[in-house]
């Protein structure tokens, strides 16, 4: 997709500078070597077939520089690596044809140390710039073939444009094949960058839906219940004092219970009553009789089938959404009774929170809910989804409401 303006992942960083690339160092090494090496032998071929020649000061002059330029060239641009998608200084090559030329003129046999610098050509010029010098270093080459003293070969005549085309065509496939290469690392390079912005605004959606979910089942639902005790409390305060204190003693308890959660919730540890060692089915039957306790609904727990150990997330989430519907039923289902059912069904664990209360109808829309409510359900299925459970609800007004989580079982825990 793409997005007008700025970069999501910020501005790109300032290009490193380029640092020297070793298989493009031995390269160059493979040329000097090869271009000294013709030069030698064209040199030494030179003085053995022309002696007391009066050009041989010229020759072995142009040599010397040749042999000197040559390999001082190739060792700056080296050292000082052009940009990427820059072609190198061309001003040691135009140096080296130069004297290769004059060299040329006077001595036919140097035309094949043009070999090393049609290569070098490619790798310095442009390729509309190249091609056309290398058209030229391959004529000279011909013309120099031509002027060697001895009858014409025809093979010497029409080696030198096949060698030259065939150079040209290869090293520019593989200059193609390496563009796009480039290309492709920096869309890789790119796509990388923004797959981890893309990755660290998920993890701050996901951090911010699991702090909204725990705050939901948690520190709203105590102080929900701190303030129907205290209402209850200023109610009988004047009539049933004692009646009215044992609700204030009760705030205080949920109070200081809320505080525990919030310091486990900020460490993210587990609820406090999966502490200790102690197991799901323990700490929702210590839900139910605290429930029934603190707000007057009698609430029943009831285990169904073989324990099974679960692991510590499913076992938070499963005791979260307990919690999370209790407080639905206390609140808004004007129910008589509760029930929590744990059952264990071999392929996977349910929990089911029933009540005999006024009932809804699960199908409309959570605009209904009163100002404020309607997180309780799809922070549910949330936790659910996390763990590739699944939540299911049946209710009908006046027949109670049944919200079942079940949770899939791994094959090494049925």
Do not use: K
């Not at 948690?218 to 305060?237: E, I, V």
């Amino acid at each position: 997709m793409h997005h007008p303006g700025p970069s999501p992942v910020g501005p790109a960083a300032p290009a490193a500078p380029a640092s020297p690339d070793p298989d493009a160092g031995r390269l160059a090494v493979l040329l000097d070597s090869a271009f000294l090496l013709l030069l030698a032998t064209s040199l030494s071929r030179f003085l053995t077939h022309h002696p007391g020649n009066p050009r041989i000061p010229w020759v072995l002059g142009l040599s010397i520089a040749l042999a000197v330029v040559q390999p001082v060239g190739s060792w700056l641009a080296h050292r000082r690596p052009p940009a990427p998608g820059q072609r190198r200084h061309p001003w040691p090559l135009a140096v080296v044809t130069v004297l290769w030329v004059v060299l040329v003129l006077i001595a036919p046999s140097f035309s094949w140390c043009a070999v090393p610098l049609v290569y070098t050509a490619l790798r310095t010029l442009p390729t509309p710039a190249a091609i056309p010098l290398v058209a030229a270093l391959t004529l000279l080459v011909v013309v120099g073939e031509i002027r060697l003293p001895g009858p014409l070969d025809a093979n010497l005549v029409l080696l030198p444009p096949a060698v030259a085309a065939l150079a040209t065509g290869v090293f520019l496939y593989m200059e193609r094949q390496a563009e796009r290469q480039r290309a492709l690392i920096t869309d890789l390079v790119r796509t990388r960058r923004e797959l981890a912005a893309t990755e660290r605004r998920e993890g701050t959606l996901a951090e911010r839906e699991r702090l909204a979910m725990e705050i939901h089942d948690t520190l709203a639902q105590g102080l929900s219940s701190q303030q129907m005790l205290l209402q209850a409390a200023d109610r009988t305060w004047d009539g049933d004092p004692a009646t009215a204190r044992g609700h204030v003693r009760t705030a205080a308890e949920v109070a200081a219970r809320n505080l525990a959660e919030a310091r486990r919730f900020v460490h993210d540890l587990a609820p406090a009553e999966l502490a200790d060692g102690r197991t799901l089915d323990q700490a929702l039957r210590s839900l139910a009789e605290r429930e029934s306790a603190e707000s007057g609904l009698p609430v029943r727990f009831h285990l169904d089938g073989a324990p099974v150990p679960l692991p510590a997330a499913a076992q938070s989430a499963l005791l979260r959404i307990a919690q999370g519907a209790l407080a639905n039923v206390r609140e808004h289902a004007g129910a008589s009774a509760a029930a929590l059912t744990l059952s264990f069904l071999g392929d996977q664990a349910v929990l089911d929170i029933a009540d005999d209360g006024r009932g809804f109808t699960p199908a409309a829309p959570s605009s209904s809910a009163p100002s404020g409510r309607g997180h309780g359900l799809p922070a549910m299925r949330a936790r659910l989804r996390q763990l590739g459970g699944t939540l299911t609800v049946e209710s009908a007004p006046g027949e109670g409401t049944v919200v079942s989580a079940a949770v899939p079982l791994a094959p090494d825990r049925r």
